[in-house]
């Protein structure tokens, strides 16, 4: 089936620091690919998003590139800021078995300091 | 347009008792879903609706019971509430499989 594994948190940073998460996935198909992110007592919410291989999502300063060859969307972001404290989620969303639901990794906590 | 709204935000129950967890979305989604969030174990599935009138269950769907009368709603029973489904909550929606849209939560507490 189809799995998703991203890396464990917490992340810890300074603002103005570089920031990676990395996501793999397998997928019996060809999935969407999707970073959501959870503010503090908040819900999920899209971040960006990918559709086929090669293509970037990007969105308020953070990217990730769908790399069907490694089967990863590694979370990138130049220069975090304090607000950008949260847990982020990899996920992917892949229709080709038939199955509706998409498939969501355990989350990584990144908690950037001052 | 209000999106996806989960009532209540807090709930404390006791053992044994039964409670509705209410979800509602305005976006004429077809697909909805709840999810339970615990400290080190993401989202899980509990149930899922594909339209109205079709439910199935999740990864984790017993002590929970759905139903889907209408597009716009998708409320959650929990049938004798156990201290093990102390959670958070979360309902989503989504037009496809693809983006799904979130509600704000419901924080459950079962003493």
């Known amino acids: 089936g189809d799995s998703v594994t991203q890396m464990e948190g917490p992340v810890t940073l300074s603002e103005e620091a570089f920031l990676t998460i990395n996501c793999t996935y397998t997928a019996t198909g060809y999935p969407s690919l999707f970073w959501y992110v959870q503010y503090p007592g908040e819900g999920l919410q899209l971040l960006l998003k990918a559709t086929k291989a090669d293509d970037k999502g990007s969105n308020k300063g953070f990217e990730a590139t769908y790399r069907k060859e490694t089967t990863s969307f590694h979370l990138e972001k130049g220069s975090v800021q304090v607000s950008d404290s949260a847990v982020y989620f990899c996920a992917l969303s892949d229709r080709t078995g038939g199955s509706y639901i998409p498939t969501f990794g355990r989350g990584t906590s990144l908690i950037v300091h001052p | 347009n209000a999106g996806v709204t989960q009532t209540p935000k807090f709930q404390v129950l006791k053992t044994g008792q039964s409670m509705t967890l209410q979800c509602a979305q305005d976006?004429?989604?077809?697909?909805m879903s709840w999810y339970r969030q615990d400290p080190g174990m993401g989202l899980r599935l509990i149930h899922y609706?594909?339209?109205?009138?079709?439910?199935d269950q999740g990864e984790v769907p017993n002590g929970y019971n759905v139903s889907r009368s209408t597009t716009e709603d998708f409320p959650l029973r929990l049938l004798s509430a156990a201290p093990s489904q102390t959670s958070v909550y979360f309902c989503?929606?989504?037009?496809?499989?693809?983006?799904?849209?979130f509600g704000p939560g419901t924080r459950l507490t079962v003493l």
């Open positions: 976006m004429n989604h077809e697909y």
């Open positions: 609706s594909v339209g109205a009138g079709i439910t």
């Open positions: 989503a929606s989504s037009a496809t499989s693809d983006t799904q849209y």
